[in-house]
């Protein structure tokens, strides 16, 4: 788990070129959907719209499957 002070949320961009944010019911679930190397913060529910505040988003994917070669999010690359 990183320190919360440094915590930054992961933004993708759709297809459709909406904002996605990919969230994670559980650590187990983002290791086997991101990797075992991905850094992580937990984030109560209620807290989503902080998040949606200071950068909003169009969509929220819960427990999505990211194939490796694109785990390492990029500008312009899609979710």
């Known amino acids: ?9 992961v933004y993708r ?3 459709d070129g909406r904002t996605a944010l990919l ?3 559980a650590l ?3 290791q086997a959907c991101q990797g075992e190397d991905q850094p992580w913060f937990g984030l109560p529910l209620q807290s989503l719209q902080m998040l949606h ?3 909003p988003f169009d969509i929220v ?17 899609p979710a």
Do not use: F, H, I, N
């Open 1 to 9: 788990m990183t320190d919360g002070r440094y915590a930054e949320a």
């Open 13 to 15: 961009q759709t297809k």
């Open 23 to 25: 969230v994670y019911s």
């Open 28 to 30: 187990d679930r983002l």
């Open 53 to 55: 505040d200071v950068r």
């Open 61 to 77: 994917y819960t427990d999505v499957y990211v194939p490796e070669e694109r785990r390492a999010p990029e500008a312009g690359v």
